[in-house]
Every structure is written in C-alpha cells, then in structure tokens.
C-alpha cells in the first residue's frame, strides 16, 4: 500500500540548530516527492519537491531536501533554524494519478 | 490575486443536518480535491476531481459527497452519514498531469472549520 511516514511528530529546538525531518515513503512506479509547510494561521504551501534528476534538492527559506531511492527517504534539513520556521511540516508523495499522500505532519517549535 | 477560496471560514452543525461547504478557484487548474486534516493524522484525501463531471473517491469518502459542475467550483456535502465530521477541511487545486513544470504541485485554500454540536 501507498503510505508516508514521518517518524518525528513534535520538534523543539532553540534558534541556530540545525534541523532534519525524516520523510519514508512507499509508493509503486515513478514517484513525486514534496515538502509542504503551515505556518500559524497560513495556508499550507510548497516548500520544495523532486521530481526527477538532482536528488538534493532546495526550497525556499534555506530548506533543502535529498532523495535517496535505495533508503526510500526525501529528509528534510536546514542549517540553522530561526524562530519564524515554527510550523508544521507535512511531507508528500504522488504519482501518475495525480492522488497525492500525506505524512501526519512533524510540528516544528523553535524557541528564540 | 489568483487562488482559491473556501467558505465558510468556520461552521457549526447540529448532528443530523448536511452542510456544504463551498471551494472555488481561479488558478484555471484542471484537478480540484478535498481533504480532511485532524491533529496527528496528516490530511487525508476525501475526493477528487481530474475534470469537469467526473471525479473519484479518496481514502475516506464515506458519509461525503461532491459535485463538480464547474471547472472552477468543487463543493464539498458532510452528510449526516459521517460519523465524525468536526474537522478542518482544506480544498486544493493542481494543474493536470502532464507537463513537468506545475505537475501535482498542489494550491491550497484557507480551509473551513466544521464543529458539530
């Protein structure tokens, strides 16, 4: 069965760590893969994706995300996280029928 | 400004009462879908639609309904079937699959708050 698992469902960090989100997907066939992120009170929107050739790739915000095929993996990092990256992080896969999946999200804290 | 719009913004219902709940675009996008979002369950796909007058059940469809009579317009039915309708429920747009750039790259609305009383 088609399914995203995100492993972390609550991160605090303090401002300037650095941060790694795990992402594990199983999906048949080619597939594409997403960051998405709610900040409070905002709309879901797109962080990043990957969709074929470069598996490192980066989003807006200093967000960058790498696929790896053989672990079944698109983790998402930063460097160094600031107060405004408070939010949750959903991460996404879809495929040819245009159906996307969601993870249950990882609620992301910084504390300044 | 292009994007969608959800209303209402909050709604509350009496058990046994359906209630629509109203999704339109102006993205021009082909695909519309409806999902359910709950604390520490992700969102979860109720419906979707590829094209005008057509459109396929998701993983949680029961007790649900929708039409798509417009390309721009996908409203959502919570019928008194469903057994637990207090949700957030965002709509979303993408454009068809086919072209690389845009493909099932999803714009979300603001979402529509349902609490039964």
């Known amino acids: 069965a088609q399914s995203v698992s995100q492993h972390n469902h609550h991160v605090i960090l303090s401002e300037a760590a650095s941060l790694e989100l795990g992402c594990n997907y199983s999906y048949g066939g080619t597939v594409n893969l997403f960051w998405y992120v709610q900040y409070p009170g905002q709309h879901l929107q797109l962080l990043l994706k990957?969709?074929?050739?470069?598996?490192l790739v980066k989003g807006i915000k200093g967000f960058e995300a790498e696929f790896i095929k053989s672990k079944f993996s698109f983790n998402l990092r930063k460097p160094s996280v600031q107060w405004s990256d408070t939010a949750e992080y959903f991460c996404?896969?879809?495929?040819?029928?245009?159906?996307?999946?969601f993870g249950t999200g990882t609620l992301l804290a910084v504390q300044p | 400004d292009g994007g969608i719009t959800q209303s209402p913004k909050y709604l509350f219902r009496k058990e046994g009462q359906n209630v629509t709940l109203s999704c339109e675009q102006n993205l021009n996008h082909d695909a519309m879908y409806w999902y359910r979002q709950d604390p520490g369950q992700g969102l979860r796909l109720i419906y979707y639609s590829q094209i005008v007058n057509d459109f396929q059940k998701g993983d949680i469809a029961e007790g649900y309904s929708v039409s798509r009579e417009k390309k721009e317009s996908f409203p959502l039915t919570v019928t008194s079937a469903q057994k637990n309708p207090t949700a957030f429920y965002l709509c979303?747009?993408?454009?068809?699959?086919?072209?690389?750039?845009?493909?099932?790259?999803?714009?979300f609305g603001a979402g529509s708050r349902l609490t039964v009383l």
């Open positions: 990957y969709f074929s050739g470069d598996p």
């Open positions: 979303a747009s993408s454009m068809s699959q086919g072209g690389f750039s845009g493909a099932n790259v999803l714009t």
């Open positions: 996404a896969a879809g495929g040819a029928t245009n159906k996307l999946i």
